[in-house]
């Protein structure tokens, strides 16, 4: 079956770059989303990628997806205290209301200072 | 934002009974609702899907006997846990979404409850 894969932590220093990776199986993948969950709250959507893009950036928030290696990453720039939570890479074969979505295991994200 | 929650946040219950945990989408209409379940240091695995007014589909090896799904109304979904045993100890999280899936809009997406901790004893 599909499969999700990511690492379990990352650690980063106050005020540096985070890089999130993400590889995936499904070929048919056509969008692929981050969400981020904080402690006692829902999954809460970060930003997604269509499939036949390879970058988007959102305000820190930058995606790279290389379709061919199945390889999706999250950079987050400057990365502060809020950003300490866990992340989920996720994908789907249609856009996010439609069907059930595929997750990793999530990355926690600590945040030195 | 669209906001779901979820009732009760954690239950404890003793082998053999059975658990409801409510689903609500509270500022927006759900016609599709999804139940995933999360294992420690696992990713969310979707259970089923239900659509409003429709039987759920379960995906595969989710026993719909055990794991009841009723979505009667548009703001409403239910997940009861039938003879509940230690092995469905588990996390259990909802989403809901107001589309199809037709168009890429922003509220075309799917909205996560803060999930229900199950604990069977």
């Known amino acids: 079956g599909e499969d999700v894969e990511q690492s379990l932590f990352l650690s980063v220093r106050e005020g540096d770059s985070s890089v999130i990776n993400c590889t995936y199986t499904?070929?048919?993948?056509?969008?692929l989303y981050w969400y981020k969950q904080e402690p006692g709250a829902g999954l809460q959507l970060l930003t997604y990628?269509?499939?036949?893009?390879d970058m988007k950036q959102d305000q820190r928030l930058t995606v790279l997806l290389n379709k061919k290696d199945k390889h999706l990453s999250l950079r987050i720039a400057d990365t502060q205290t809020g950003d300490s939570a866990i992340y989920f890479c996720a994908e789907g074969a249609r856009w996010g209301g439609a069907d059930g979505l595929t997750f990793g295991k999530g990355t926690h994200l600590i945040i030195q200072p | 934002g669209a906001v779901v929650s979820q009732h009760p946040s954690w239950v404890i219950c003793k082998s053999g009974t059975s658990v409801k945990i409510e689903c609500r989408s509270l500022d927006f209409q759900a016609t599709t609702m999804f139940w995933y379940r999360q294992f420690p240091k696992q990713s969310l695995m979707l259970m089923a899907t239900s659509n409003e007014g429709s039987k759920a589909t379960y995906e595969q090896g989710v026993e719909k006997d055990k794991f009841l799904i009723n979505h009667a109304s548009l703001t409403l979904s239910t997940l009861t846990v039938t003879s509940a045993h230690p092995e469905d100890s588990s996390f259990y999280i909802c989403?809901?979404?107001?589309?199809?899936?037709?168009?890429?809009?922003?509220?075309?997406?799917?909205?996560f409850g803060p999930g229900t901790r199950l604990t069977v004893l």
């Open positions: 499904d070929s048919s993948s056509t969008y």
């Open positions: 990628i269509f499939s036949n893009m």
């Open positions: 989403s809901a979404s107001s589309r199809s899936g037709l168009a890429e809009t922003s509220t075309d997406t799917q909205y």
